[in-house]
């Protein structure tokens, strides 16, 4: 009898389990039906990255791999469009239609003309909420709405025109230039003398000035990472980037991604973070309110805590704005030395332009910074070859359709359901040679960087969007451009000449590290040489 009862269990589970596969294939068979009948009245697929594995792992492991090797240009370049021969293409990963596109007109449809049809959506705000909460990075409709209205006081001109923040640290950059890397202290002794030629990795200086710059204007008070070579905020601060790019890469399979580092380092965040949130809120909403706003004393923080007292508010704006202010600026930054260091002509151009501006020694004005054309093409061009951040994903908030990438040539609108994501790369679009004139005496090859195209070509709308485009452009993009202006600026002052270290490191391939934020993968080495002082 035992016998029997075991055998109709068996039984029972078996066809459980075959009744269970059974519908689930019977539903995948027809969501699809009915995905390719909502596509086909919208109009024509485009073309289809090829995957081997099922879901795509292949594909997905490809993504996650080539990350990790700092390859994802190539990837994204010759893998994914250059394969397909098209600029906008398709692929199924882990079940879902995913698009990627480098095209222009595609990138304005979705930051600006279709701004309507598509948002962040609930899973990018799922895969990043542990990082950067409910902020301005996260959202859609009134709730980014919100936060956008929020931030937008903090980056009038007459905030970004106050550059006694970005002079004050300047100071230490250079003490830090001359010790070759970040100082022990405060109080350290440092010869400014006999610097020239000397090797050092100014990259890694220029996160640290940012860095300081970054939380004395939201917090009040800077981490001094300039004169802490070991500092625990920084250090954390990085890891959760480092780790929650692969949780983006990875999509549904992010949960398989260890999370122990993640977790450790976002509390240290913050509870630095916590800390001058507390400080700021034992302040009454009056004494708030009195606050003088030219004071250097009122901070960003304070102008957040002024319309909230929610804690996870201020957290999750301040994070998302630290996180805009420190790296994208100390990136770009990086990248400029790191081609002006190959460049000795630019240089000199440059530094010419400075010098007659200003001299040597007077520190300049918001007014002095944009008056000065090349050193404006000098950002431009960096910005072009190195967007700061090279890839992004939308999710389509209802069927909808792109301007191209369907039909069998890719000219068609392609159709894009609901909950679709679109992956989009300004890395790719702005290197694309086929958005250019052609090379002449009097424009350089698209591929390298070439400040003196800016003197009589300007890029169509949306074939060059750095800073994003639309109802989502960066508020801070003109604090940025103060900021790097004012950094090169004042370098060029000092220094008359730059030379690059990294030819035996990279060939002169440089490593593009695209966490969140598109970085130097290998530092950037250089030496410079300070001017000699006239009389």
């Given at each position: ?6 055998f ?40 289809r ?22 390859q994802n ?23 879902l239609?995913m698009?990627f596109?480098a ?13 309507g049809d ?14 950067l ?6 959202t ?86 300039l ?62 309110a ?76 918001y ?6 054309s ?12 190195y ?13 909808t ?115 969140i ?19």
């Amino acid at each position: 009898m035992g016998l029997v009862e075991a055998f109709l269990d068996n039984v029972s589970l078996k066809t459980s389990f075959i009744v269970l596969v059974v519908a689930y294939g019977a539903y995948c068979i027809f969501s699809r039906i009915d995905e390719h009948r909502r596509i086909r009245r919208l109009g024509h697929y485009g073309p289809r990255i090829k995957t081997y594995a099922p879901w795509g792992l292949d594909l997905v492991a490809k993504f996650v791999m080539e990350t990790a090797k700092h390859q994802n240009l190539a990837c994204w370049r010759d893998g994914i469009f250059g394969a397909q021969n098209s600029w906008t293409v398709e692929a199924r990963l882990l079940g879902l239609r995913m698009i990627f596109t480098a095209d222009p007109a595609n990138l304005k449809a979705i930051l600006a003309t279709q701004f309507g049809d598509y948002g962040k959506g609930k899973p990018f705000h799922s895969e990043w909420k542990d990082f950067l909460g409910d902020s301005i990075f996260t959202t859609d409709g009134a709730s980014w709405h919100t936060s956008r209205q929020l931030i937008r006081p903090q980056f009038t001109r007459d905030r970004v025109s106050d550059l006694h923040c970005f002079e004050a640290h300047m100071q230490t950059l250079f003490k830090a230039i001359a010790n070759r890397g970040p100082l022990q202290g405060e109080d350290q002794v440092v010869n400014m003398e006999n610097l020239d030629g000397k090797e050092l990795d100014i990259s890694d200086l220029f996160f640290r000035y940012t860095l300081d710059v970054a939380t004395e204007f939201l917090l009040g008070w800077d981490v001094k990472s300039l004169t802490t070579p070991r500092q625990e905020f920084a250090e954390a601060f990085n890891e959760v980037q480092r780790i929650q790019n692969i949780i983006a890469r990875t999509g549904k399979l992010r949960h398989l991604i260890p999370k122990y580092k993640f977790w450790r380092s976002l509390n240290t965040v913050n509870h630095f973070i916590n800390f001058y949130i507390e400080r700021a809120l034992r302040l009454s909403p009056e004494e708030l309110a009195t606050k003088a706003k030219d004071d250097h004393g009122y901070t960003f923080l304070h102008s957040l805590a002024g319309f909230t007292r929610d804690r996870k508010v201020l957290r999750d704006q301040i994070i998302a704005v630290l996180l805009a202010g420190r790296d994208t600026t100390a990136a770009t930054l990086s990248w400029a030395l790191y081609e002006l260091g190959r460049h000795p002509h630019a240089v000199k151009k440059l530094r010419t332009e400075i010098v007659s501006t200003l001299g040597t020694e007077r520190t300049p004005t918001y007014e002095h910074l944009k008056s000065m054309s090349y050193l404006k093409a000098v950002l431009n061009e960096t910005l072009r070859l190195y967007p700061a951040v090279p890839f992004n994903v939308r999710l389509a908030l209802k069927d909808t359709t792109l301007p191209r990438g369907g039909g069998p040539d890719g000219s068609e609108p392609l159709p894009v359901l609901k909950d679709s994501p679109v992956a989009y790369s300004t890395l790719v679009m702005q290197r694309r040679a086929d958005l250019y004139p052609p090379v002449s005496d009097t424009f350089a090859d698209p591929g390298i960087f070439s400040p003196d195209r800016w003197a009589h070509w300007h890029p169509k709308p949306h074939d060059y969007i750095p800073f994003n485009a639309g109802p989502r452009i960066c508020i801070g993009q003109q604090f940025a451009l103060t900021e790097m202006s004012y950094v090169l600026c004042r370098l060029f002052q000092k220094y008359d000449r730059v030379e690059s270290r990294m030819k035996d490191i990279d060939g002169g391939e440089p490593l593009l590290k695209a966490d969140i934020v598109l970085s130097p993968g290998q530092g950037v080495k250089v030496a410079f040489w300070e001017a000699q002082k006239s009389g």
